[in-house]
């Protein structure tokens, strides 16, 4: 399992949730440094997170969108239980994204509908700049998958390259 770091700003709540990770086999370290990720208490957005793969538990809805331009690997909502952060955890360890899915089409300003949500999430991660090993990397996918999805979206949209597909996204 992970070594995580918490940051919620309540002693209380960081002990009872150590207890609970402690038991699902997680390791919670005292020092950011040493954590695989970490999940941190927002009440506003002030800079990147503290680790790449940082999981946010959010005051208000409206820092969701800012979180994840922020570098966040995702977020969660106070009320929401543990059964969905034991869900969330092991998907931002794995570098993938925990947000709401309408939250996501917004935030990646969907390409026309004839392509997957996958084939759009895979469009834009190359649009941003990323290579076929880091687009994997953060979906948990393998490069030959990107490959084929990226094959895919390039047949689609009636482009050969990355430049074509970044300006065809933007159109």
Do not use: C
Not at 115 to 120: D, G, K, N, Y
Request: hydrophobic share 45%; no cysteine.
């Amino acid at each position: 399992m992970a070594r995580i770091w918490l940051n919620l700003g309540a002693k209380v709540l960081e002990e009872a949730l150590a207890e609970r990770l402690k038991a699902l086999g997680h390791e919670v370290v005292p020092d950011p440094q040493k954590a695989q990720l970490a999940l941190v208490f927002l009440t506003h957005l002030e800079g990147p997170p503290p680790l790449p793969a940082t999981l946010a538990l959010l005051a208000s809805p409206h820092l969701a969108e800012g979180a994840l331009r922020l570098g966040y690997r995702g977020y969660l909502y106070p009320h929401q239980g543990l059964e969905v952060l034991e869900k969330a955890l092991p998907a931002v360890a794995r570098g993938e994204v925990w947000a709401e899915r309408r939250l996501l089409a917004a935030f990646w300003n969907p390409t026309p509908s004839r392509l997957t949500p996958r084939e759009e999430l895979v469009a834009h991660l190359a649009a941003e700049g990323l290579s076929n090993r880091e687009i994997a990397r953060r979906l948990g996918l393998s490069e030959k998958t990107v490959k084929a999805h990226l094959s895919s979206v390039f047949a689609k949209l009636g482009v050969r390259r990355r430049v074509e597909l970044v300006l065809r996204l933007k159109s």
